[in-house]
C-alpha cells in the first residue's frame, strides 16, 4: 500500500480515537466552543469531546479497508491498536497481522505504525527530534520513520488533531460552525437493524471547502454507549466522481481506560531489514 495512504489512515484512527499529544487540547476546546442548547448535532459533537478528554488508554481490534471501484478492487488488513497518555505525553501503536486482497485467502501480513516522541524510539545513531511515525513493513523487511512534528515548542501546539488537520476535518474537536464551513454536516437516521446504538455523522464536502481534493464524504458511526466513533467511512475525490477510492476503519472490542502495558510500544528493528530510510518534516510530500 502507498505510504502516503497509510500515513493518512493513521491520522484517522488517532483522530477517530480521539487522541490528543497534550492533555490540555481536549480542555481548551471546551472553553473556545459554545454549545447551542437546542443544536442535536453539536450536543453530540461535545459529548464526543467530553468523552475523549478524558482518554487515558485505549485499545482495540482494528480493521482498515482499502476500495478502489475503478479496479474493482479492495484490502483488508486486520490488527490491535493500543493508545496511552499520561503526564501530557502519549504513545500509539498500530499493529496489522493480517492481509486479505481481493477474493483471496487472507494470509499472515505484519505490519506496525507506532507514533512516540523520538527520545522513546530505538534509534542511538540518528540524532533526531520530535515526534515520529515508525513503519515496519516485515514483509519487505524495510523501516521507516516521518518526522510527524518538531520538537515542542512553547508558541506552537503538537497535539495530533494539529497534525492531522493537513489531512482531515477535525469532528468533535473543531468549532461545529468551522466545521460547517467546509462541509455540510446532518445526523443520519439508522434504519437498519442493529443501528439503533449508533449515531451516524455524515459530512459533505462543500464546492469552495480547503478538503474539495481530498474528500467527497466522509461518514462516522459513534458507539452511543462509549461515545466514541465505532466507524469511519471516507470517499476520496479521486479517481472522478462516482469512482473514488473508499477508506473504511472499524474499531472493534474496544478496551477504554483499562489500563496498558507499556511494552507494547517499544520495539526493535530486526537485524536483517535494511537501513531505516529517515524523512524529516521538511522533506515530506503531502
Not at 60 to 80: A, I, M, N
Not at 108 to 119: P, R
Not at 210 to 232: H, M, N, R, V
Amino acid at each position: 500500500m502507498n505510504n502516503q495512504i497509510m500515513i493518512r489512515a493513521t491520522f484517522i484512527v488517532l483522530w477517530a480515537a480521539g487522541i490528543c499529544w497534550a492533555s490540555e487540547c481536549t480542555r481548551t476546546s471546551h472553553k473556545q466552543q459554545e454549545i447551542p442548547k437546542d443544536d442535536p448535532l453539536s450536543i453530540i459533537l461535545e459529548k464526543l469531546n467530553k468523552t475523549t478528554s478524558s482518554l487515558k488508554s485505549y485499545q482495540s481490534q482494528v480493521e482498515y479497508k482499502f476500495s478502489q471501484p475503478v479496479l474493482d478492487s479492495e484490502s483488508l488488513r486486520k490488527g490491535v491498536l493500543y493508545y496511552a497518555r499520561s503526564g501530557g505525553t502519549s504513545a500509539l501503536s498500530i499493529n496489522f497481522n493480517t492481509l486479505k486482497q481481493d477474493d483471496e485467502k487472507e494470509q499472515k501480513y505484519i505490519e506496525q505504525y507506532i507514533i512516540l516522541d523520538v527520545a522513546r524510539m530505538p534509534l542511538p545513531d540518528l540524532e533526531l527530534k520530535g515526534i515520529w511515525l515508525a513503519h515496519l513493513d516485515y514483509q519487505i523487511k524495510e523501516a521507516k520513520y516521518y518526522q510527524l512534528a518538531e520538537p515542542n515548542d512553547p508558541n506552537k501546539s503538537t497535539d495530533v488533531f494539529d497534525l492531522a488537520s493537513r489531512n482531515l476535518p477535525m469532528l468533535g474537536f473543531s468549532k461545529t460552525v468551522d466545521l460547517k464551513k467546509q462541509f455540510d454536516v446532518k445526523l443520519v437516521e439508522q434504519k437498519k437493524a442493529g443501528s439503533e446504538n449508533f449515531i451516524q455523522v455524515h459530512l459533505k464536502v462543500k464546492p469552495n471547502s480547503i478538503y474539495k481534493d481530498d474528500y467527497i464524504t466522509i461518514d462516522f458511526w459513534i458507539d452511543e454507549k462509549l461515545g466514541l466513533p465505532a466507524k469511519i467511512v471516507a470517499v476520496k475525490s479521486e479517481p472522478e466522481p462516482p469512482f473514488g477510492d473508499i477508506e473504511e476503519i472499524k474499531f472493534l472490542k474496544p478496551k477504554v481506560n483499562r489500563g496498558i502495558d507499556k511494552k507494547v510500544f517499544e520495539f526493535k528493528i530486526p537485524k536483517d531489514f535494511g537501513e531505516p530510510q529517515v524523512t524529516p518534516l521538511e522533506r515530506r510530500v503531502k
